[in-house]
Antibody, heavy 122, light 108 residues
Framework: EVQLVESGGVVVQPGGSLRLSCAAS????????MHWVRQAPGKGLEWVSLISWDGGSTYYADSVKGRFTISRDNSKNSLYLQMNSLRTEDTALYYCAKDIGAAATAYYFDYWGQGTLVTVSS | EIVLTQSPATLSLSPGERATLSCRAS??????LAWYQQKPGQAPRLLIYDASNRATGIPARFSGSGSGTDFTLTISSLEPEDFAVYYCQQRSNWPPLTFGPGTKVDIK
């Protein structure tokens, strides 16, 4: 059974930093591109970032580019999101999501964690 | 950036009725469109990808159609568990991958 479990969400002040983690199990982690998707309270979904299976390629939404860094440790079946210079508009539930593509990235999300809540507030 | 619009914002129907949800893209996304279902307090669930392919384990009452800029998600006969918010998402022109604002299907 595929499981994705996010952690690390807390209340942080504007300008602060935070590192989110996602522990993956139930599939061959290093075969898949992984994503972070966020959802502000009561709002829709926003794609944040993706990382290729080997960590060699990363992409970001313009809203987080230069502030957030996605990474992975395939030896630990883990995905990370380093979040710096946090803004109030970064307040959201952050989901870790698995890409559906095995041989090649498909850019759709077939498994999601339950999310970890990041609140940026003074 | 490709902008997706969804209509209607809210669809009020009764169990057993047919639901037709629309997603329109600001430019052609070919067939590179997916649909997700999200229930309160839950993560989204992939229903349809590449416009018309049902994801693993998705019931046959869910179907997707369309190409280019206009897409439809149809639920042939609503079950009680289908009342939720539905999002479309494109992967044609990225980054960014983008989602529509969602359509809420609620009980009439």
């Amino acid at each position: 059974e595929v499981q994705l479990v996010e952690s690390g969400g807390v209340v942080v002040q504007p300008g602060g930093s935070l590192r989110l983690s996602c522990a993956a199990s139930g599939f061959t982690f290093d075969d898949y591109t992984m994503h972070w998707v966020r959802q502000a309270p009561g709002k829709g979904l926003e794609w944040v970032s993706l990382i290729s299976w080997d960590g060699g390629s990363t992409y970001y939404a313009d809203s987080v580019k230069g502030r957030f860094t996605i990474s992975r440790d395939n030896s630990k079946n883990s995905l990370y999101l380093q979040m710096n210079s946090l803004r109030t508009e970064d307040t959201a539930l952050y989901y870790c999501a698995k890409d559906i593509g095995a041989a090649a990235t498909a850019y759709y999300f077939d498994y999601w964690g339950q999310g970890t809540l990041v609140t940026v507030s003074s | 950036e490709i902008v997706l619009t969804q209509s209607p914002a809210t669809l009020s129907l009764s169990p057993g009725e047919r639901a037709t949800l629309s997603c329109r893209a600001s430019q052609s996304v070919s067939s590179y469109l997916a649909w997700y279902q999200q229930k309160p307090g839950q993560a989204p669930r992939l229903l349809i990808y590449d416009a018309s392919n049902r994801a693993t384990g998705i019931p046959a009452r869910f179907s997707g159609s369309g190409s280019g800029t206009d897409f439809t998600l149809t639920i042939s006969s609503l079950e009680p568990e289908d009342f939720a918010v539905y999002y479309c998402q494109q992967r044609s022109n990225w980054p960014p991958l983008t989602f529509g604002p969602g359509t809420k299907v609620d009980i009439k």
